[in-house]
């Protein structure tokens, strides 16, 4: 079972601490007997113990620095919000694929924004923009945000300021079980609380350092009799032997942990796995040692964003996994709805 995340080390900028979190923040690492350090800028965290590069990634992964959100700028987030709204970046978890590898290079500390009352006056203003349309916020494009909320409460107060809102709602997707401090959260059912599951070889080989499937399940469970809008997010779909097994197992358990109530109002999303010749470097570089296959010989080149290529599964594998895995949702999830299949 993986312990809820306490970091090694912990860097404080020195504005961080003109917000009550940062105060709160300090206070509370000092008391857990953290160690804890001061940094002029997130930039200049530097000297994180570790003889090389290899060393060094793994410990800025357990380290966190607590600063101040200077852009207020939302970028989007399509295809399953209108906005990422940024509380964090960086992970503590070590999937092999994770794409904060390459956007977050050679600094994969995590950071987490204490100026978090900003935050909200700039969703604030994206959502007058729109209205009377809805705005949806996802709160986990650059980190998995459950897995570090538990210090910060920062998720917490986010799905309570949504709770409150007319026109926003607030989604986010994680890997981790550790959800109890969010059961009591007034969310009035304006945050849609996803799960992203694999199938078994896929958490096994490629997830380390994150909640395995049953505490996903277990989490998913409570959650959904908080009251809250319940989704899974089945990320990267990957083939290997035995995947049609696999990912039928893997909804089958969730099916059978499920209260009936939980699958009237449910999501699915989709999303096959796919890398880009960057990220590909980053990967054999950090784990190298993954099983993780990055054939692009195998695979079908498309456009991506900023003109980078990815290579994803041919047009008759996606049509594979479409019909199987949407088979299984139809099967064992009459009610549930497919968001879409990237
Ligand atoms: Fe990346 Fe999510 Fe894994 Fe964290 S849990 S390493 S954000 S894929």
């Known amino acids: 079972m993986v312990k809820p995340f306490v970091p090694q080390l912990v860097y404080f900028e020195p504005r961080a601490l003109e917000y009550p979190l940062g105060k709160r923040l300090k206070d509370k690492f000092e008391n857990m007997g953290l160690e804890i350090r001061e940094t002029t800028s ?169 909640s395995r499937l049953p505490e996903r399940i277990e989490a998913a469970v409570k959650i959904a009799e908080a009251g809250y809008p319940l989704g899974f997010i089945i990320a990267p779909i990957y083939l290997h032997e035995g995947w049609k097994t696999g990912y039928g197992e893997m909804l089958e358990k969730l099916e059978e942990a499920l209260p009936a109530f939980a699958k009237k109002d449910l999501t699915f999303e989709l999303i096959q796995h796919r890398f880009t010749q960057p990220a590909k470097r980053v990967i054999q570089k950090n784990y190298p040692m993954t099983k993780l296959e990055l054939d692009e010989s195998k695979r079908k080149w498309k456009w991506g964003r900023y003109g980078i290529g990815k290579y994803v599964y041919t047009n008759e594998e996606q049509e594979d996994m479409k019909d199987t895995i949407g088979g299984y949702i139809d099967r064992l999830f009459p009610e549930a709805r497919i968001e879409y299949f990237t």
Do not use: W
């Open 42 to 210: 997130h930039n200049q965290v530097r000297n994180l113990p570790g003889d090389n590069d290899f060393q060094k990634y793994r410990n800025a992964k357990s380290t966190l620095v607590v600063g101040v959100r200077k852009t207020l700028k939302f970028d989007t987030s399509k295809p399953s919000a209108e906005y990422a709204i940024p509380f964090a970046t960086g992970c503590m978890g070590h999937c092999h694929y994770c794409y904060l590898q390459t956007t977050m290079g050679s600094k994969p500390y995590i950071r987490t924004y204490v100026n978090t009352d900003e935050i909200f006056d700039a969703a604030d203003k994206y959502m007058k923009e729109r209205a009377p349309e809805i705005t949806r916020f996802e709160a986990s494009c650059t980190s998995d945000i459950v897995g570090i909320d538990h210090l910060t409460h920062s998720l917490k107060q986010a799905i309570e300021y949504f709770g409150k809102s007319q026109h926003g709602l607030l989604r986010f997707v994680t890997k981790f079980a550790h959800v109890d401090h969010l059961l009591d959260a007034e969310h009035n059912g304006r945050t849609r609380f996803r799960f992203s599951i694999n199938a078994d070889y896929v958490i096994k080989y490629f997830e380390p350092g994150t």
